[in-house]
């Protein structure tokens, strides 16, 4: 079977031989001056927002501030991670929204007027969600219907659905002592363990990259060296384990914040390590290619819509409980197009392909950080609309700049 080499192998087959830290360096910029950008644009900018940030209001970075920040960007962050998904196959999901306030009416019905343990109300939301997703891969499979068309029609009428299913009151509460607002709320994760985590975290990263760099030397590849991999899991622990510690000097870590590094870290796995999620990539890259490759890309439309609405439910239940509340306007407002501007911010491209699960993480933590400052500025929404919006122009013009660079690389 002949095998066919990506970019980045190429890369690294041009630095065989410097694998070590030393090594790392010039294959980072190798990679940038041929338009891959990964994640730099939006942690160089993460670091600009913030320090603009603190300097205007020193309560910014403060523990207590920071820890509202985390729970804030969860249910649009798993929503976002969701909308990744649906990016790097280069398609569109415009429903996200309307999917995650039809699935939080779902589950508060059910929870609170018919008195369903919350377990069920919430595995009913979720499945509704998968259902939905199911719907669409069959839509746009069979009938050729294009995403953006379907996805617009499923917003419309999930918005409908969802004003039905709440009926005349318009709202329900959850109740206060629920596990689910709890688990949203109050939950946060014990200092001792929490550190537990970090370390847990480290180690992982560790023996992740020991073992693909052992898979790849047995395939006679270039690889990174041990050194390198202690070196890397040593700051990550460094700097993880200051965030906690700087958390811990208030409420902590939130259960609900794990969680969504949990999913993550899931999608980040599915993506980089499993053959399904390099068939993503691969039908992202170029469908027709992939289809003569012998990939079932019919079943990965299916599987991304499939993927993108059930974590849209899960964002949706997330938020209700958060809130300890549904109602009409839930799911609406700027939740479609925070999550879409989250993933694009996070470094996925518009035109398929290209992504990680980390986009979804980065690019809702910008978001929120932009909106968490302004609202400690006193100044209101309009702004907070004016400056995300600007960011998503330059996240998006970076792509295109970078895909631009990527086609003209190739080439020489």
């Given amino acids: 079977m002949t095998t066919v080499d990506t970019p980045t192998d190429l890369q690294d087959e041009r630095l065989r031989g410097r694998t070590g830290i030393r090594g790392a360096i010039p294959l980072l910029v190798d990679r940038v001056r041929s338009g891959d950008l990964g994640v730099l644009p939006v942690v160089a900018g993460l670091v600009v927002i913030w320090t603009v940030l603190q300097v205007l209001n020193p309560i910014f970075l403060s523990s207590p501030n920071l820890v509202n920040l985390t729970l804030e960007c969860v249910p649009v962050g798993i929503i976002a991670l969701g909308v990744v998904c649906m990016l790097l196959v280069g398609e569109i999901d415009l429903s996200v929204g309307s999917v995650s306030g039809l699935s939080s009416a779902t589950m508060a019905v059910l929870f609170v007027d018919r008195g ?17 997703g199911w719907i669409y891969g069959q839509i746009f499979n069979r009938f050729g219907v294009p995403s953006f068309v ?13 004003l039905y299913v709440l009926g005349a009151k318009g709202s329900i509460n959850l109740p206060f002592d629920s596990g689910l607002v709890t688990f949203a709320q109050l939950a946060f994760v014990p200092p001792w363990l929490s550190y537990v985590l970090v370390v847990l975290a ?55 914040f794990v969680l969504f590094l949990v999913l993550v870290l899931a999608m980040h796995y599915m993506l980089a390590r499993t053959k399904f999620g390099k068939s993503i990539y691969a039908v992202g890259g170029n469908a027709e290619a992939a289809r003569r490759a012998g990939i079932n890309v019919k079943a990965v439309y299916t599987s991304a819509f499939v993927l993108c609405t059930t974590l849209a439910a899960v964002g949706g239940v997330l938020a209700a409980a958060r809130l300890a509340a549904v109602n009409q306007s839930s799911g609406a407002g700027d939740v ?64 295109s700049v970078a895909r631009r660079s990527r086609v003209s690389h190739g080439r020489a």
């Fill in 336 to 399: 479609n197009l925070n999550a879409i501007a989250a993933a694009v911010i996070g470094g996925t491209s518009l035109f398929g392909g290209r992504g990680t699960a980390f986009a979804a993480l980065l690019g809702i933590v910008v978001i929120q950080s932009i909106s968490s400052g302004l609202t400690l500025l006193n100044l209101d929404s309009s702004f907070r609309f004016m400056v995300t919006g600007a960011v998503l122009l330059l996240a998006v013009a970076l792509d």
């Fill in 202 to 256: 480290a180690a992982g990263l560790f023996a992740s990259g020991y073992a693909h760099a052992r898979a790849r030397r047995r395939a006679s590849l270039s690889a990174v060296s041990t050194r390198f991999l202690l070196v890397r899991s040593t700051a990550l622990l460094a700097g993880l384990g200051l965030v906690v510690y700087y958390l811990n000097q208030t409420r902590g870590v939130g259960w609900m």
């Fill in 116 to 132: 369903l343990p919350a377990w069920v109300a919430v595995l009913a939301a979720v499945l509704l969600g998968c259902a939905m």
């Fill in 150 to 162: 379907i996805t617009l029609a499923g917003l419309l009428g999930l918005l409908g659905v969802q």
